[in-house]
């Protein structure tokens, strides 16, 4: 008992360290092929209650993810991590995507891929970042096998992926993760690695599950019900699914963070904003002349009539605009009233933090032995579900040609030059949010068995599709104009400039109007796309081609067929005064391309001891881009110089085909008025650098290119993996991986475009930070600047975006893993895992004459993760903990801003650098479970126990605030109620 006593001991000690300390742990395999649960062994180990040798004669030969050979070890030349679904639900997570986004190898989405990203038009959709190389360098398979892509573009209009979202948890058996590059085996896509999904199959009798709860801090109200049941005969067995999920929406109003723009860090806040208090948006409101002109008021801001902001609830309340001179580092005496408007007192109350979700899926699989040789079998999956997001309500401004603006206002008596009306949730009811409605199917039939005794033939047939529909609020700006402003009354001159005559509606303009008369100008729109993929495999394996003096090599051969496309259909009605897309998603193109592969891999035992695996693959592309034939191949090498330890390496060439949406993305001509403007910002020290709504405006040119080369790369790994002789239940391991893109496809994006260029001109970032990502004068920077054209006011007239295969990436790091099993007579047994990976390094450059930086302190570095699970008779308890490790903060290495908000320069005497960081993000959850008989179990799971957010730094600023590349969020403690019956 003493003993059992200090060893629980030691494992609590373990986790907190695990959590809170720097570490060389990583992960491995602890679940086999079929789900079962196995040792994480080095040799042929798997039962750590028996010797090594004799597991290795009972152990069923499986395939695991990066071979397709069968063999009776688990761990292989590559650490591949096993976890099962069971697993996932005990640790707390209620999707699929939620469990994989936590994992060490996994970093955060980029903003653009961030669900909660302003506009964002894959609303149900959810990427993983696999070493941080981007959602497209990752392949999905589900059973084995290729899905299709999700139809509509992620990254701003940029790439292709595949979405984890929309694969139930409840249907999942165990997913298998390879961290590292497997074009060699499977092809384009797998350059950071391969996820693969398997869904469960082996089921008998019926079962039901229900899931209820949400965050205790409100928002995210969850609930989750699922039917399996199977049925097997002599020869036959079958297995349905039905799961339907529906998860409210997270709004801003559920997290006082959104009260204000205010939220954005001290350090953020400029001379004005520390004297009077952050600015917050201007929700309705009226630009006169400057002063000196016809504007009897002496200011740029015509007045609202007494009283009308506060009719609008707290949504709005009136607000003095004022500005400061500065000298230097020396605020001037001195303050300017422009006069007042309706500030927003709420901006993103009525924005979407997490989407609202409400799926109904069903999945069929099926086998039938026609004899002991041939087997039949086939699976149908129909997922179909709807998504609910709003990142922001109609704005009515003089955003595009027709609207009017420079008017002269027959009811004040003055000229207006600019204006803007926002409308509420309120005025508008439930007519504000944007739904995206998909449906997704997969249908895969095949025939397997055996020829000659020992060769293994596997022929597949697959089909899916994808189809999204997205409701969204257009934008009818001319009936707008109609309502608040009435038809143009003629003209009127003005000192010698001629000017149209309108007649404001103040009732309208300065008051709440009701949801209907919203709706007789409001106009809705839809975007669709769609994408499909059919596809034809024939594996064929051989785990004893012949034998050696070392032991039977294995072999397998697969030839592959598929034909892929996808089609993107906006609303017809374009980008018009009459109806415009708020978002500007105007992306329209699509495509197919058609693909022949042929691979082939061999294990060759050299010894006892040791083994050697080699793969080779070409890949024959047909589509519009350069892309042609892609040829890979791979090694890897493991040894087993004792029982219980395997010392292995890997190598391997990667290739990843242009994206779909990058070759095929039609020329577009997209108007641009809300938008943040770095150059602007770093002129007048606007470190927020907020997108807002501009009175000028400018196109905006992109479009895909049939130029694109497929992207190349290579990967390594070298590690080992050991039982720890003496310690029943003990392993240890650790790999080092390396993974280069080259050639790589760099959209420059919008956002890009304009940071570029301000940074070439400048020297500068936002931030005040030195601009180091391009030399200052290299070709680069001359086309950045030359690819962003301002008038004479320094106003943008054009910006041009698009592909090009320039830039280059290599990243770099360490996984380890700890695993201890402590079966105990009187207390249960006891699991403990501790997983970590330090990102070493992270290198990357757009353009080779850029310096090839190491940036990797601008993402979290380290990421760890830990489980410790007690089985006792009835009770199963999961405790799970993540740390992930802090980053350089918003401003890093910029000067520090005065008392008096003015921040200097670089080289400024006054000037002190700023080293801020963000701290540690660690949450812990816990899953409890009570089986009361063999057919009811009762559960309870605690995601984020101890109610954590994100915390907002000095100098943060922009819509959440939080640094989310660690995963924080507002999300907080979420509760769930779990009951599974199982009816026979």
């Not at 999904?197 to 009798?205: D, E, R, T």
């Not at 949801?515 to 993929?533: D, I, L, R």
């Not at 089986?931 to 799971?941: A, H, I, S």
Request: aromatic share 12%; charged share 15%.
């Amino acid at each position: 008992m003493k003993t059992i006593q200090v060893r629980r001991g030691v494992l609590a000690s373990s986790l907190a360290l695990a959590l809170f300390a720097p570490c060389a742990f990583a992960q491995t395999s602890t679940t086999s092929s079929n789900g079962q649960q196995t040792a994480p062994q080095g040799a042929a180990a798997a039962n750590q209650q028996a010797p090594a040798a004799q597991n290795a004669q009972t152990l069923q030969k499986i395939v695991v993810t990066g071979s397709r050979i069968p063999r009776s070890t688990i761990e292989g030349p590559a650490p591949v991590e096993i976890v099962t679904g069971a697993q996932i639900k005990a640790q707390g997570f209620t999707t699929l995507w939620e469990f994989l986004n936590s994992m060490p190898e996994m970093s955060a989405p980029d903003f653009q891929n961030r669900i909660s990203t302003w506009g964002n038009s894959a609303v149900n959709a959810r990427v993983v970042n696999l070493r941080n190389l981007g959602p497209d360098h990752t392949l999905l398979l589900v059973d084995g096998h290729r899905v299709t892509d999700y139809p509509m573009p992620g990254n701003g209009g940029t790439t292709s992926f595949q979405n984890y979202n929309n694969i139930p948890v409840g249907m999942v058996d165990h997913v298998e993760v390879l961290g590292s590059g497997a074009s060699s085996i499977y092809g384009s896509d797998a350059v950071a690695g391969v996820i693969n999904v398997i869904l469960k199959k082996n089921y008998v009798g019926d079962e039901i599950s229900v899931t209820a709860g949400g965050a205790t801090r409100g928002g995210r109200r969850y609930g989750d019900f699922l039917y399996k049941g199977g049925r097997s005969g002599d020869k036959w067995h079958l297995m349905y699914t039905y799961e339907h999920t529906n998860r409210s929406p997270l709004w801003g109003s559920d997290r006082s963070y959104t009260d204000a723009d205010a939220d954005a860090g001290w350090g953020a806040y400029n001379p004005i904003d520390r004297m009077f208090g952050y600015p917050r948006a201007q929700g309705i409101f009226m630009n006169g002349p400057t002063v000196g002109q016809v504007n009897p008021s002496g200011s740029n801001f015509v007045s609202p009539p007494a009283g009308s902001c506060g009719k609008f609830g707290n949504n709005f309340s009136q607000n003095n605009y004022r500005s400061v001179n500065t000298s230097g580092n020396q605020v001037l005496p001195g303050v300017t009233n422009w006069g007042s408007y309706c500030q927003e007192n709420a901006v993103y109350q009525d924005w979407v933090l997490s989407p609202g979700y409400r799926a109904d899926n069903f999945f069929v699989s099926g086998e039938y032995d026609f004899n002991d040789a041939v087997q039949a079998y086939g699976s149908v999956g129909l997922y179909t579900d709807t998504g609910t997001t709003n990142t922001q309500l109609p704005f009515f401004g003089p955003s595009i040609a027709g609207v009017p603006n420079n008017f002269y206002d027959q009811t004040s008596g003055q000229i207006i030059s600019n204006y803007g009306r926002q409308i509420t949730q309120q005025e508008m009811g439930s007519m504000g949010n944007t739904h995206d409605y998909e449906t997704n199917w997969d249908i895969h039939a095949g025939l397997k068995g055996t020829v000659f005794d020992n060769w293994d033939w596997d022929f597949n047939l697959g089909s899916s599709k994808y189809i999204v529909h997205e409701d969204y609020t257009a934008l009818n700006l001319m009936a707008m104009s109609n309502f608040f402003f009435g038809p143009q009354l003629g003209t009127t001159t003005i000192g010698g400039s001629s000017y149209p005559v309108y007649a404001v509606n103040n009732q309208r303009f300065w008051n709440p109007i009701t949801p209907s008369q919203y709706a007789s100008f409001a106009a809705g729109g839809e975007n669709s796309a769609v994408s499909w993929m059919n596809q034809a495999t024939l594996n064929l394996t051989n785990a004893s081609l012949f034998n050696t003096w070392a032991g039977a090599v294995g072999a397998s051969w697969v030839f592959e067929a598929n034909h892929e496309g996808y089609s993107l259909a906006p609303d017809p009605r374009g980008f018009t005064n009459t109806f415009a897309d708020p978002f500007y998603n105007s992306f329209t193109g699509g495509g197919t391309r058609t693909r022949f592969s042929t691979a082939t891999e061999f294990r060759v035992p050299l010894a006892d001891s040791l083994t050697w695996t080699i793969s080779g693959r070409i890949d024959k592309y047909d589509d519009h881009s350069s892309a042609d034939i892609a040829k890979t191949w791979g090694t890897g090498i493991e040894w087993r110089p004792l029982d219980g330890l395997l010392v292995r390496g890997s190598y391997g060439t990667n290739f990843h085909a242009p994206d779909m949406q990058a070759i095929y993305l039609q020329d577009s001509t997209t108007t641009n008025g809300d938008y943040a403007d770095p150059l602007e910002c770093i002129k007048v020290g606007d470190r927020t650098c907020a997108q807002y709504q501009h009175s000028t405006y400018f196109s905006q040119y992109q479009g895909g290119s049939y130029n694109l080369l497929p992207e190349t790369g290579h990967s390594w790994t070298y590690g080992f993996v050991w039982d720890i002789p003496g310690v029943q239940g003990l392993s240890f391991s650790t790999d080092y991986w390396h993974m280069g893109v080259n050639n790589a496809v760099q959209w420059i994006g919008l956002g890009q475009a304009l940071t570029d260029e301000a940074g070439c001109l400048t020297g500068l970032q936002v931030s005040g930070a030195p601009y180091i990502a391009h030399p200052l004068g290299s070709q680069y920077c001359q086309e950045a600047i030359n690819n962003v054209v301002r008038d004479a006011n320094g106003d943008i007239i054009s910006v041009h975006t698009g592909p090009i295969n320039i830039a280059e990436e290599y990243v770099s790091g360490i996984d380890s893993s700890l695993q201890y099993k402590l079966p105990t007579d009187n207390w249960g047994n006891f699991n403990f895992s501790l997983n970590y990976t330090n990102n070493l390094s992270f290198k990357n450059r757009t353009d080779n004459s850029d310096p090839l930086l190491n940036t990797r302190y601008n993402y979290p570095a380290t990421k760890t993760v830990a489980n410790v699970t007690w089985h006792y008779n009835q009770w199963d308890v999961t405790l799970h903990g993540e740390r992930t490790g802090g980053m350089r903060a918003a401003n890093y290495g910029g000067c520090e801003v005065l008392a008096n908000g003015i921040q200097p320069g670089i080289g400024d005497p006054d000037c002190v650098i700023y080293k801020g960081n963000v701290p540690n993000w660690v949450i812990f959850s816990t899953g409890i479970n009570y089986t009361f008989n063999d057919k009811v179990k009762l559960g309870l799971n605690i995601s984020n126990i101890f109610n954590k957010v994100g915390t907002i730094t000095n100098y943060a600023g922009g819509f959440e605030f939080i640094p989310t590349q660690q995963g924080a969020d507002y999300t907080g403690r979420e509760v769930f109620l779990n009951l599974d019956y199982k009816i026979d």
